[in-house]
């Protein structure tokens, strides 16, 4: 039960995927217009990260080593199809918002990420809280950044449409809609990242996570983690 | 010139990257130097145009007629990573200087979401199978001009005095909320 709790808070703080890793970029940026929009995608990517790391290791040892990417990529295409038909039944509108995203879920690399460096090694309890840690750190790190472009943007938080649960009259602040349109979304997660490594420095935290699919062989030009910035390569060849 | 609209829309004024966050993973990643952001450009100019052509016709011709076009996520991503694949073992055997330039591109270019993203939004435009090409090509297009000058920009910072916090992702990223800015400008172009 330990390692359950464990993966939850690996996914959570230790290895947010926004905030951290920086994987799943598209996603972040493009969806958080609204925090209620980064809600519906946190929750749903979840959804497909808890049943695909279900499914990919209770495959494990069946899918053979060569075609395993394939392999992955068709158990995901299929939950983010199931999920896609389940929203566009029941929350219609929330799927209109979305719209193109969802089916781009297949390709968000958090989803094949875990797949490749934990659930097809790991026993099914923990590769399940591990996809389940992931999806909610995912989930609160665009909420946030959702919230904050609403915020600003529209001057309200957590609307619906309708009806909202801050809504800051006109009168005392003037929405500044470029927040809401796509620089918004890159000066506000620019802000977002800036700040946590501010907060690493002041408590002395090393500011580089070794990314799982770390190739160590110096070959930083072709990898995406731009927060390890060649530091993981840097420090292996010093113990070397 | 229909498709003169269709293609200057898909590379400036849509542009993939800037309004509509396709294919951020390899512009923030692979754009440190301007050599290796034009060989990404170069390689997702082909896979992106070839793919767009292979999924219109596949849609068109067997997911459409057979009622299976619920089916079209799943579909779409098998026939980018085959094409990839095959991609790239035809580069190696035809061009093995082209293959020792994009090689290591080629295998990232799968989890590209622009691939998907386009061949998806060609079928939700309901382009037919020329404009679907132009669409794809004009795309690519525009995600290489925004690497490139990404890249370019980039080795200018390298030189100057950025406050710690803002080193690496969060100055690239304030950067590339002001292009997406100057690209606002081409709105006015249709």
Do not use: W
Request: with cysteine.
């Amino acid at each position: 039960m330990n390692k359950c709790v464990e993966r939850l808070y690996n996914g959570l703080i230790k290895e947010n995927p926004t905030f951290v890793l920086t994987l799943g970029m598209c996603p972040t940026l493009a969806v958080t217009t609204s925090a209620i929009n980064g809600i519906g995608m946190g929750l749903s990517s979840t959804v497909v990260l808890v049943m695909s790391n279900l499914m990919i290791s209770l495959l494990r040892k069946i899918i053979p080593d060569g075609v395993r990417m394939p392999a992955f990529i068709v158990i995901v295409a299929s939950f983010v199809t199931m999920v896609q038909f389940l929203m566009q039944g029941y929350l219609p509108s929330l799927y209109d918002s979305l719209g193109i995203y969802i089916p781009l879920i297949v390709v968000n690399c958090i989803i094949l990420g875990r797949a490749e460096a934990y659930a097809s090694k790991n026993p099914v309890l923990p590769s399940a809280f591990d996809g389940l840690g992931m999806g909610l750190g995912f989930t609160c790190a665009i909420t946030i950044l959702g919230a904050v472009r609403e915020l600003i943007g529209a001057g309200t938080i957590l609307s619906t449409g309708s009806s909202a649960l801050v809504t800051i009259p006109e009168s005392v602040y003037t929405p500044a809609s470029i927040f809401i349109l796509a620089p918004g979304a890159f000066f506000v997660l620019a802000m977002c990242i800036a700040i946590m490594n501010k907060i690493k420095a002041k408590h002395g935290m090393e500011p580089a996570q070794v990314p799982d699919y770390c190739s160590k062989d110096g070959s930083c030009d072709s990898c995406a983690n731009t927060m390890c910035g060649g530091k993981a390569f840097a420090e292996e060849k010093k113990q070397a | 010139m229909n498709l003169l609209i269709i293609a200057i829309g898909a590379a400036l004024v849509n542009n993939v990257v800037l309004s509509q966050f396709l294919g951020l993973c390899p512009f923030l990643g692979v754009s440190k130097k301007i050599n290796t952001a034009a060989g990404m450009g170069g390689a997702v100019i082909g896979v992106i145009t070839i793919s767009s052509a292979i999924c219109s016709l596949i849609y068109d011709f067997i997911l459409v007629p057979l009622d299976l076009t619920y089916l079209n996520t799943i579909v779409f991503i098998l026939v980018i990573a085959a094409l990839v694949q095959f991609v790239e073992m035809f580069l190696k055997k035809t061009s093995p200087a082209l293959y020792e330039a994009l090689g290591v591109y080629l295998p990232l270019i799968t989890t590209n979401c622009a691939v998907l993203g386009i061949a998806l939004t060609n079928v939700q435009n309901g382009y037919n199978f020329i404009e679907s090409v132009v669409a794809g090509f004009g795309t690519a297009v525009g995600f290489t001009i925004a690497i490139v000058i990404m890249a370019g920009i980039r080795e200018r910072i390298e030189f100057n005095d950025v406050p710690e916090s803002f080193q690496g992702m969060p100055i690239v990223l304030l950067t590339a909320g002001l292009m997406s800015i100057a690209f606002f400008g081409f709105a006015g172009i249709l």
